[in-house]
């Protein structure tokens, strides 16, 4: 066999300067509506007529919810949609950094 080659150590995690995504702050803040109700994901999920899997997955923006998703969870939590929104645009508002323009892809 040859000789193992001896990569340099990864660099330690920078803290993110980037603004968090739409998908994240949205999934974060249906999550803290929910706990600050004392609902589980399945009745939440049940009144809104989407999948266990799917509303654990918005709420870790993993996924990217429609607009009529995102209407029927809030509903469930006794938000509007308007109501959302503000909250979550409040949120994205006080963390963000100010940035040149981001390159999505090559």
Excluded: N
Aim: glycine share 10%.
């Amino acid at each position: 066999m040859g000789d193992l080659i001896d990569f340099p150590a990864p660099a330690p995690a920078q803290p993110s300067t980037l603004e968090p995504l739409w998908r994240e702050a949205v999934g974060q803040e249906l999550r803290d509506e929910r706990h600050r109700a004392g609902r589980t994901l399945i009745d939440v999920a049940g009144e809104a007529g989407v999948s266990t899997q799917y509303l654990s997955e918005v709420e870790r923006g993993r996924k990217e919810p429609s607009s009529e998703v995102l209407g029927a969870v809030a509903g469930a939590l006794g938000l509007r949609l308007v109501d959302l929104t503000v909250r979550v645009s409040r949120t994205l508002r006080a963390t963000s950094v100010p940035a040149g323009p981001v390159a999505l892809a090559a």
